[in-house]
């Protein structure tokens, strides 16, 4: 990820040009299934857990906010969260439970109720209430408690009215491991014995944290499946350092496998045969991957590197949740020979019908694929041909708009990608991470969609993000350091940079006069400061490139920028949010591109980098600086600082780690001395 993701907005639709390899090293975010579930376990918990690395998609931050809602205690914590957990504080929620898009927040969570003495209703989004849930209806009924949904599929909004539960012994008829969940969810409150007998093994996550809680829950293996057996637990609090997700790390590995001179290590990557399923199937196909053990147990990294690609057969058992099928289908849409996936029709009821979405889109990008009742046959074009670019719409189901991103990158030419804001759910750096590894250039936002995220969440994942971010540049090989110099007009900022960078022969990007660059083409263009969605709209859109010189669509205007009349307008023009979002974004690529660098500004260790090498805050009394800027009165600079210091996006602020200096009455080279002592 670029090292900080903006969790509060994702592009809606993306470009994304073919040709760019995938090179370096990254994390992806914390396992999903996993943190669902360490929330849930937390939740129950006599006492207090701490939860680190979890994901930071919308649809884990829904399971949060549903076990505040009956009870839990959820508290920041450097990095993650601490949960005061207890069946004794739990209580019946106010209102409905909203679980937006995520089927495993209601499925889990009415697992979780179904015991409590009270009515939870759960109720989701447009996609969410057209998938059934008579899968956990029936067995938790089963078990004494009382679901009801819409029509015989139990439709989502869904009402569960808890009480006192019985253990039962189920078998589903499709392998799920929410199901499972679900039922283990409920059975460690129920009396005797629960038992689930699983015909293909899932995934573990549930048991291994309940065991790893106290819960008395044994787990049996053999020849038809296995067994998961549980009685009535009080359960302990947890410790968790939450590993990487391996169905986000699929995308990078199959972008790697099958862009030519791609080389990806993806680092941190939790490991069991269950999730593991997909790295087979590639192998099989002839994929280059090295598994790599870090010494965690069941933690590993993986290096993947271009690979020609032949068909396989693809069972639905080898990968049992199905998340990595649309990255698979790339894979097999650029292979060799006929790639057949079986009993795969449960796509048709994930986020949006995926298995005729997974269709769609290779067809887009010009591969042949069709759904032949619960397969999915692809026809790859093999080394002879190439996908082309396309436009597709993912219509917001997160994985399929990951998938063709991977898809374009191995395209030739140019693909537009709509419904991209869905990767909120999961992956909300998904961007920046392709920034990393294919450089700021091989995609552009086009328009963005107001995806809002919680203010503790976006502090939460900016943390752990951070923390990533660390060991991952850690991890660049020769990388420079990444040096931040903040503070307000005439401090120095710019005559020191320059001198740093240029003593530790290092790039230097000046994000003033990016924003300079934005105020001067609003002047021009007639757009008024005052209109915050226009000015958005055009810092998206102009072409501003910062070096030597400063252009603006190819016209100079490192003069112009400057003027009397762009220093009136442009903290103005910088507060707008809209316009932060894009030269953020764009000053991340940049960091990114030159692996470090020199950068200044007023919000650089604060929040475009705050995770950077050193962090300086430039400051002199107002007298000096007025003195120095020449061209602009103390009024004109008091007026700067307070509207730089007040605005609600990204406020003029020392970072809590920044060294402060004053540079009133030091020279150039005394301040440059002194910051390089820092290095």
Same mark, same amino acid.
């Given at each position: 990820?670029?090292?900080?993701?903006?969790?509060?907005?994702?592009?809606?639709?993306?470009?994304?040009?073919?040709?760019?390899?995938?090179?370096?090293?990254?994390?992806?975010?914390?396992?999903?299934?996993?943190?669902?579930?360490?929330?849930?376990?937390?939740?129950?918990?006599?006492?207090?857990?701490?939860?680190?690395?979890?994901?930071?998609?919308?649809?884990?931050?829904?399971?949060?906010?549903?076990?505040?809602?009956?009870?839990?205690?959820?508290?920041?914590?450097?990095?993650?969260?601490?949960?005061?957990?207890?069946?004794?504080?739990?209580?019946?929620?106010?209102?409905?439970?909203?679980?937006?898009?995520?089927?495993?927040?209601?499925?889990?969570?009415?697992?979780?109720?179904?015991?409590?003495?009270?009515?939870?209703?759960?109720?989701?989004?447009?996609?969410? &209430?057209?998938?059934?849930?008579?899968?956990?209806?029936?067995?938790?009924?089963?078990?004494?408690?009382?679901?009801?949904?819409?029509?015989?599929?139990?439709?989502?909004?869904?009402?569960?009215?808890?009480?006192?539960?019985?253990?039962?012994?189920?078998?589903?008829?499709?392998?799920?491991?929410?199901?499972?969940?679900?039922?283990?969810?409920?059975?460690?409150?129920?009396?005797?014995?629960?038992?689930?007998?699983?015909?293909?093994?899932?995934?573990?996550?549930?048991?291994?944290?309940?065991?790893?809680?106290?819960?008395?829950?044994?787990?049996?293996?053999?020849?038809?499946?296995?067994?998961?057996?549980?009685?009535?637990?009080?359960?302990?609090?947890?410790?968790?350092?939450?590993?990487?997700?391996?169905?986000?790390?699929?995308?990078?590995?199959?972008?790697?496998?099958?862009?030519?001179?791609?080389?990806?290590?993806?680092?941190?990557?939790?490991?069991?045969?269950?999730?593991?399923?997909?790295?087979?199937?590639?192998?099989?196909?002839?994929?280059?991957?090295?598994?790599?053990?870090?010494?965690?147990?069941?933690?590993?990294?993986?290096?993947?590197?271009? &690979?020609?690609?032949?068909?396989?057969?693809?069972?639905?058992?080898?990968?049992?949740?199905?998340?990595?099928?649309?990255?698979?289908?790339?894979?097999?849409?650029?292979?060799?020979?006929?790639?057949?996936?079986?009993?795969?029709?449960?796509?048709?009821?994930?986020?949006?019908?995926?298995?005729?979405?997974?269709?769609?889109?290779?067809?887009?990008?010009?591969?042949?694929?069709?759904?032949?009742?619960?397969?999915?046959?692809?026809?790859?074009?093999?080394?002879?041909?190439?996908?082309?670019?396309?436009?597709?719409?993912?219509?917001?189901?997160?994985?399929?708009?990951?998938?063709?991103?991977?898809?374009?990158?191995?395209?030739?030419?140019?693909?537009?990608?709509?419904?991209?804001?869905?990767?909120?759910?999961?992956?909300?750096?998904?961007?920046?991470?392709?920034?990393?590894?294919?450089?700021?250039?091989?995609?552009?936002?086009?328009?963005?969609?107001?995806?809002?995220?919680?203010?503790?969440?976006?502090?939460?994942?900016?943390?752990?993000?951070?923390?990533?971010?660390?060991? %991952?540049?850690?991890?660049?090989?020769?990388?420079?350091?990444?040096?931040?110099?903040?503070?307000?007009?005439?401090?120095?900022?710019?005559?020191?940079?320059?001198?740093?960078?240029?003593?530790?022969?290092? %790039?230097?990007?000046?994000?003033?006069?990016?924003?300079?660059?934005?105020?001067?083409?609003?002047?021009?263009?007639?757009?008024?400061?005052?209109?915050?969605?226009?000015?958005?709209?055009?810092?998206?859109?102009?072409?501003?490139?910062?070096?030597?010189?400063?252009?603006?669509?190819?016209?100079?205007?490192?003069?112009?920028?400057? &003027?009397?009349?762009?220093?009136?307008?442009?903290?103005?023009?910088?507060?707008?949010?809209?316009?932060?979002?894009?030269?953020?974004?764009? %000053?991340?690529?940049?960091?990114? %591109?030159?692996?470090?660098?020199?950068?200044?500004?007023?919000?650089?260790?604060?929040?475009?980098?705050?995770?950077?090498?050193?962090?300086?805050?430039?400051?002199?009394?107002?007298?000096?600086?007025?003195?120095?800027?020449?061209?602009?009165?103390?009024?004109?600079?008091?007026?700067?600082?307070?509207?730089?210091?007040?605005?609600?996006?990204?406020?003029?602020?020392?970072?809590?780690?920044?060294?402060?200096?004053?540079?009133?009455?030091?020279?150039?080279?005394?301040?440059?001395?002194?910051?390089? &002592?820092?290095?």
């Amino acid at each position: 990820m670029t090292d900080v993701p903006d969790p509060a907005m994702v592009p809606s639709t993306v470009r994304v040009h073919g040709g760019y390899t995938l090179t370096g090293s990254l994390e992806v975010p914390g396992d999903k299934s996993i943190s669902h579930r360490a929330l849930l376990v937390a939740a129950l918990a006599e006492g207090v857990s701490t939860l680190r690395g979890l994901s930071d998609g919308d649809d884990v931050r829904r399971t949060r906010n549903a076990i505040e809602a009956i009870g839990a205690a959820v508290e920041p914590g450097h990095p993650g969260l601490r949960i005061v957990g207890g069946r004794d504080r739990l209580h019946e929620a106010a209102g409905a439970l909203d679980c937006g898009n995520s089927g495993t927040t209601m499925r889990l969570v009415a697992g979780v109720v179904a015991a409590m003495p009270w009515k939870t209703v759960l109720v989701g989004d447009d996609s969410l &209430s057209r998938r059934p849930m008579d899968r956990i209806a029936v067995p938790l009924r089963m078990m004494g408690a009382t679901v009801s949904g819409q029509g015989t599929r139990c439709l989502p909004p869904i009402e569960v009215i808890g009480g006192a539960l019985r253990g039962i012994t189920w078998t589903p008829p499709i392998a799920s491991a929410q199901v499972k969940s679900a039922i283990l969810f409920a059975g460690v409150c129920a009396d005797g014995e629960t038992v689930v007998h699983e015909p293909v093994p899932t995934r573990t996550h549930t048991e291994v944290l309940l065991a790893r809680a106290g819960a008395d829950v044994v787990v049996e293996g053999s020849a038809q499946g296995r067994t998961v057996r549980i009685h009535r637990s009080r359960l302990r609090p947890i410790d968790l350092d939450v590993p990487g997700d391996p169905s986000q790390a699929a995308f990078w590995v199959v972008g790697a496998t099958v862009i030519a001179g791609s080389e990806v290590r993806v680092a941190r990557l939790h490991s069991s045969p269950e999730r593991s399923g997909f790295l087979e199937v590639l192998s099989r196909m002839g994929a280059r991957i090295e598994v790599l053990r870090t010494g965690e147990a069941d933690i590993v990294d993986l290096v993947a590197r271009w &690979s020609r690609l032949r068909a396989t057969r693809v069972e639905a058992a080898e990968i049992p949740s199905l998340d990595e099928v649309p990255a698979l289908a790339v894979a097999a849409a650029v292979a060799e020979g006929t790639t057949i996936f079986s009993d795969v029709g449960e796509l048709r009821v994930k986020e949006s019908d995926r298995l005729a979405a997974t269709v769609a889109m290779l067809q887009a990008f010009g591969a042949r694929a069709q759904a032949v009742g619960d397969q999915l046959v692809v026809e790859g074009l093999g080394p002879r041909a190439a996908l082309s670019g396309a436009c597709f719409d993912s219509a917001g189901d997160h994985r399929l708009a990951m998938a063709a991103t991977i898809a374009a990158l191995a395209a030739q030419g140019t693909s537009t990608i709509t419904g991209f804001g869905g990767v909120m759910t999961s992956y909300p750096g998904f961007l920046d991470d392709l920034s990393r590894l294919a450089g700021a250039s091989a995609f552009e936002p086009v328009d963005h969609g107001a995806t809002t995220a919680d203010p503790v969440d976006a502090e939460i994942g900016a943390a752990d993000n951070r923390a990533r971010s660390a060991r %991952q540049r850690e991890r660049q090989p020769g990388r420079a350091p990444l040096i931040a110099i903040d503070g307000p007009a005439g401090a120095g900022k710019s005559t020191v940079s320059k001198a740093v960078a240029q003593r530790l022969g290092l %790039q230097r990007l000046d994000t003033g006069a990016m924003y300079r660059a934005v105020a001067w083409a609003a002047l021009e263009r007639g757009v008024d400061p005052a209109d915050a969605e226009a000015l958005g709209a055009l810092a998206a859109s102009v072409d501003v490139v910062v070096g030597a010189r400063v252009t603006v669509d190819g016209v100079d205007v490192t003069e112009a920028i400057r &003027s009397p009349e762009v220093n009136e307008v442009v903290s103005t023009i910088a507060a707008n949010p809209a316009v932060r979002r894009a030269l953020v974004a764009r %000053q991340r690529r940049w960091a990114a %591109q030159h692996h470090g660098g020199v950068v200044e500004g007023r919000d650089i260790g604060t929040v475009v980098f705050p995770e950077a090498d050193l962090k300086v805050f430039l400051t002199a009394s107002p007298q000096e600086r007025a003195r120095r800027r020449g061209d602009e009165a103390p009024a004109t600079i008091a007026r700067r600082d307070h509207l730089d210091a007040t605005r609600a996006a990204s406020p003029l602020r020392a970072a809590p780690d920044a060294h402060i200096i004053d540079t009133t009455s030091r020279t150039v080279e005394d301040v440059v001395d002194e910051i390089l &002592s820092w290095c």
